[in-house]
């Protein structure tokens, strides 16, 4: 499954500072259901998936990233 995220669509104080490419690292934390980075050296939730009304269950997959100016692409891939 393939999930695409536009810079809209994140926390809206982070999308000005994605599109400047001042955010980092962006990576799944299944505890909090949300997208983190690295912004100014801290952890901050950049998209939750609640909003989705969707819950992310790392038992049963595994994911890909990627990332640019037009925003976060997952690849979500059932495990065997």
Known sequence: MLIHILPEEL???????WKMGHIIHPHIDYA???????????DVIIFKFERCGWINDNRYNSYE???????ITINIKKNA
């Open 11 to 17: 926390e809206s104080e982070f999308v000005d500072s």
């Open 32 to 42: 909090t259901n949300a997208i983190h980075g690295v912004f100014q050296g801290r």
């Open 65 to 71: 990233i990627s990332t640019g100016n037009a925003g």
